[in-house]
């Protein structure tokens, strides 16, 4: 935990339980899940502590991995929790139209957000309460003393447009340790083991102005990437892993043709709480299998490149 200490998962499961219970009572929590580990863990945990009186809301907003969305929410179904699905899509290219600035876009996807949770919240009888799963790389991530760098919606915003209470159990945990208490809660080991994924989602591992087309383009080299760590015993072994579509055209050639495409960047860090990150010695064959797939079968990329930026300098995501 954020104040040395070293976690023990039951005891601070049963410690949050009783503080759930106490704080909300018999009133109604809405969570929103984001297929991630963090809010997947605040859902199991405040679902052992008030039972259905926890409703969880899974909203689409387009930029998820390919497929993710359906065998998500069926993953979360399977789990036991009351949960509704959302699609939204169309209304997150909408707003996103035009923007190119990495906050702007934060902003546009997290002003949608806010939009879509607050019809859905104010569908939910008798709501008085938020769950988040804030984790304290968040809170410190947010707040550096040096200006933002990064806006992360799990913090600031909702709960005061809401005027929701805040039940954020997680909040002075780091991600490691929040697997520790996943698997405490019986979490399957394939969920907990997924990797970080931003809020915002492929917007932000797509360069400049969002498109319906550039984010299908990504979710099939995503999907390539992803594939090929799972299948080669490498995607356990990496922290993050992620595609990301650079918009910039570059010279190729095709069956004696020239071609002028987009860049796809692959990117895999190590990390033990985001705030550093190192690049991932992946093998060369593995790299070069996967370039050569995503540009024999992904339209519009003829170049596949391997970030080898470490952060601090670079940050985990390009924008
Ligand atoms: P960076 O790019 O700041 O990422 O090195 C650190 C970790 O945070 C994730 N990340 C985000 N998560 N909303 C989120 O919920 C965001 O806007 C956001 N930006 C980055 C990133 O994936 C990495 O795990």
Known sequence: MYNGEKLNPAA??????????????????????????????????????????????????????????????EHYKGMGLNVKGVRAADRFFAALKGINDPEAKRKAIGGTFIDVFKEEAAAVKDAKWLAQGTIWPDIAESFTGKGVIKSHHNVGGLPEQLGFGLVEPLKFLFKYEV???GMALGLDSHFIGRHPFPGPG????????????????LQEADAIWIGALRESGWYEKVWQAGAIFVPQKTTGVRDGVRSFDN??????????????????????ELLDKVAKQI?????????????????????IEWE
């Not at 692959?266 to 060369?284: C, E, F, G, K, Y």
């Not at 540009?295 to 940050?315: C, E, H, M, Q, W």
């Open 179 to 181: 697997r520790e208490v």
């Open 295 to 315: 540009i024999d079968t992904v339209p519009g990329i003829n170049r596949v490149v391997f970030d080898l930026s470490p952060k601090p300098g670079a940050t």
């Open 202 to 217: 492929l917007g932000v591992r797509c360069l400049g102005e969002v498109t319906p087309e550039k984010i299908h383009t």
């Open 263 to 284: 860049v796809i960047a692959l990117r895999a860090v190590n990390s033990v709480d985001a705030m550093t990150a190192q690049i991932v010695h992946l093998p060369w």
């Open 12 to 73: 601070f499961i049963e410690e949050q339980v009783a503080d759930i219970r106490k704080t909300v009572g018999k009133d109604i929590v809405i969570l929103a899940l984001s297929g991630g580990v963090d809010s997947t863990v605040t859902a199991l945990l405040v679902k052992k502590a008030i039972g259905d009186n926890l409703i969880c809301i899974f909203v689409d907003h387009g930029l998820l991995r390919k497929n993710e969305f359906e065998d998500v929410l």
